[in-house]
């Protein structure tokens, strides 16, 4: 991705996932909800990320255990 270790652990990892949406704009793809014409209120966030766990599991992930308050997060930032 010519992403660079020059910076922070997190100026690497923003670099990196810029890098990552660049290339999927270029191959056509969404990066966010918005983008796929999909615009959730909090209300249908909070269902989704409920949905997501009870499907899941409560803690789920493997480099991070992810809660319901973490899917309501991921799933907000997924708007834009």
């Not at 990892?13 to 990066?31: K, L």
């Not at 899941?56 to 708007?79: F, H, P, Q, W």
Request: net charge negative; glycine share 10%; proline share 2%.
């Amino acid at each position: 991705m010519g992403v660079t270790l020059d910076g922070s652990e997190e100026e690497v990892a923003e670099a990196g996932i810029c890098a990552m949406e660049d290339f999927y704009h270029r191959i056509g793809m969404p990066v966010n909800l918005n983008e796929l014409g999909i615009y959730p209120t909090d209300d249908q966030i909070e269902i989704m990320a409920k949905q997501c766990m009870a499907a899941s599991g409560e803690d789920t992930g493997s480099a991070k255990k992810l809660n319901g308050e973490d899917a309501v997060c991921i799933y907000k930032n997924a708007r834009v």
